[in-house]
């Protein structure tokens, strides 16, 4: 297979280092241009960026040098990655897709774009023929791709076998999010150890939205959302990695076999075509009764995974705990693979 | 007053230790005779206790000898209260109430027992009239008196002023609790630290039952258990004291301004007779958006408060989160409570 | 006793918070001006502050306005105490001198300078006697005293009855500091949660300059230091409180049971006089083998205490473990007991 | 090469499980045997062990049977490795070895016993010489070989290198030692989270005395121990993994950069014969002012490396700090690299 070359902004922070990592051992995706704030440009890789994420900086970004975010540092790439802050990933990531960059991004400006798929790819891949009604309705010489807030990259991987088996009336969830996940210089040690923070910016609102967005179905190239009756409490935790969510869908139907089944055998395009990033089972089922842990349960697969645990029906409530790596699944990792399913589909 | 004489089983634990401290202080309980495994009968408190509590160990045990649980060695006290480990608890406070002790206790055996008051002061000080059909029935020679599990202790303040405000359909409850709710030993560094354990032996079927049982009511001296359709989650955190509780209840009622100020003006007995060892308010309503927290909140008050925060109603749903110190409301200061009650309604 | 009026800068941080509470309960010090950065003046505290210090705000306080840190509001006041962060104190803190106000100060510029006395109370309140040589030599019409650092001040303590029984050839110090010692938000959870950091910026370089100062002797109005051959190395730990120095002293004497004794009695000024924040005892001598431990010995005095243990000698080495509360003797308490001290001496 | 077959001591512990997950994948090394406490014998691995190493149960392993520790369950192994608890471990491996097995033990019994070779590979695999006398002198029938402590595995690599570099006339070592040094349940989450405890029993002493052990030379069949002046204080941190010295030597010798290149060079018949185990640099030198450090150090070789950092020279004292993986080179990998050595050498 043809190389992919790939352009990375944001590149020397938390997730910026862990694509970089993911991309260093990557069968045809290439990293040859990484970029980040202004004070660095020019800078060597391994000068400007306070590697955090264990063992060595690759060898192939090492000696890099930083290039800016202006589409002209960025010609010759086939695609554009974005780990940028959202409060920094509008202008930006727009400037590129005008000058005709594909620009597949983390970041949360447009994801409730109706024309800009939000692609978490074993759930929603079809949802890249947006792009067509994108192409045609914006004036944009490139593509714009986003992935989901990392907690909704987990939650939903469960919720779309369960929309096909289980007719949910209402669902209840609450988050257990790592302090990862506000970024590294997040939330101080002295805030959140021994502690826990039952609020976070922002949370509640965007994932129900966004699960409902990419849960939803393509009628005539037009996106038609789903329209789950979510409920989410956000809480934040003294953990280093992985969000967990306690679920609890209010339904009159008793199928936990079913369920299990369905979970376990889940399988997308991802599965079938063999892509590097995907998991061999995007969702694996744990019958251990004190399980899923964080600790012990992220360190055996690709970090592609949830893991389901906990799966319970009683009095009308069907009860499940979800766990994902929100660096990998979360945001680096789903990235990459949403870039293997558009090369797989021919849209680079 | 006249000076109340107390012994305590289970003294060198970490329940132990903390009624030790509370009643270093009390106005009128002394603490006379003090117990703890065989092994260590006859040694000084100061030598058997491996002390934790922070601070000194108080003056007037420090030098006290420790005696059995029989009770031979409890004649001079009007009343035993016991943080016994659960297991042990059955056999030991049994033969206590036989020998004609009353006895105050934490443990978990007979909390469901119908002629068993399971006192929470401030939402059921009339359960102690069970008492009467306690000696009726029972050839118990004493008194046998059990406070809740911890968590059911924090999360049943909030509800009881909600029974009467609110229809409630259903309840749906995730717990967070702290590693001291499972004893001072019962988790290790290496399996919770950075880590979350979604599961918590017996919890989830206990705390329904319990809840129910304290907001019964008398009924020609036998109890009506309520009926909360409740629905637990229970989950362990890494945080050293403080149980959470997200609360979510189902009900066609907004009412949130309402709510908000019959828990914050929620009084009952302890606060109307000014008892020495009764929270100010029970119930602390928290406006701020990030609020309640283990490590600011719990230092606020005497630990005897509920903190509540995040009350929010949309799309039939109640969220509100709760906040208690585990080892005061939850176990501690709740036993001495009931004894400031028992003794101001006469029992004692 | 006369009322003592003071004013707080950098009283919305970590220290200035802890001061606001010690002061809250002062006998004979009341704060009465509060400042804060440009972007808070005018504000009330409470809505100024982000409380981390536990329990409530302090009545006295919570509806004080935030002044600026001009001299011209700090006019009526007979003290300003300073909590600044050491990069804006310099200017901040000379002009309020230069204008004519005693500033006592816990921020490091003019810690070395020879005619500003370094106070850690019990070891150095004769070192008042260099603001006579202050006044002559600088035309401010005010006085500086400045407080040493919090690692210094804690070790200091044990060194200075140590200084008179014990020949010391050498001194090699590690000390473990906690994440306080840095700011509430020096350290991100994400870089030192299951971590440790072997270096603290200056750190290594200051603590024995300090020490050296502290245990100089006056001599007609001149500061001759101390020439302790101190050697340090510091590391930052994951706890939130407490500052821990191993000490290694290089000595041909075995005299641990003098040694003990002389650390166990050591009184000063502050004792004498009964300063309400002076410690009862400011070294407190641990023989249990495994202490002391910030989690257990942190709560029992008043935050003023070094605790001592793990005394040991053997070939040629003279071994101790020292322990203190980097905020309270380290920092708030310290500045506190130096006004004590300056009011009962009559400099105020 | 011929595969080795080997059996395990200790298998479900925390060290048993961090073997079984190495030699999962070891290119000679086949794990045949896996024993356990007698109440496991007969179940599945599986079954009987709490898996707590991260990822899953190595298949070759998941459905072996466990065995017992006698004799006869061993017969069909070329070496039994041991990873038993100290306190158990004496009378089971001798026992072993009386009856014709060569048994590679971490446990502590015989570690100092003048014909038992106590090996670090590195430092001293010639130090295997002394089974010969083991032979002559003992009438086992087979061998023992013991590995160091996990602390002194560590410190005594750059040791080595600088025993030849330096004279050094007294040497002082504060250790930073994790909580996974005690064992998986060593050490509870209350007693440590947050907290330091300034003792490790046992530790201070072996330390100087395993490093001497294995520092000596071989002189006619006889091991002469070397006699460095080495004084160690042992502190518990709250982290997980990784075992820090601070280690302070003093010498009259300023040659750090001769030392840096002699530590980061040093190598040994372990890295000459490319054994499996090895790591390619044994000692890795680190110039950034704040490393190493455990979260991200350790992960970026394969365990068996000490790091080395802050290397300075001033005023008589050498001072570096020094890390490693105690789990690794300080038991598991350590026993591994040990019987690598000994195949590579025609004992095995």
Redesign the interface.
Known sequence: MDKLRVSLLGSTG?VGQKMVKLLSKHPYIELTKISASPSKIGKKYSEAVK??E???IPDNVRELKLVSTLPEDHKDVDVVLSALPNELAEDIELKLVREGKIVVSNASPYRMDPEVPLINPEINWEHLELLKSQKSKRNWKGLLIKNPNCTASILSLPLKPLLRDVKMN?I?I?T?QA??GAG????????????????IKGEEEKIPKEINKMLGIINTDKLIEANL?A?V?S?R????V?H?G?I?I?TDENKVDEIKKSLKYFKSLPQEKNLPTAPKSPIVVMDQ????????DL??GNGMETYV??IKY????L?M?VLGDNLIRGAAGITILTVEVMKELGYI
Chains 1, 2, 3, 4 share one sequence.
């Open positions: 938390m590697w955090v264990g063992g060595e209402k209840l609450t257990l302090v990862s590294y210089n997040g939330l101080s040690f002295m805030s959140i150890e021994n502690n826990i923070i039952p609020y009756d409920n409490t809480i935790v003294p953990t280093k992985g967990m306690i609890n209010m009764e004190d399980r899923p842990q964080p600790e012990i360190k055996s645990g906990r009683s009095d009308g409530i009860r705990i």
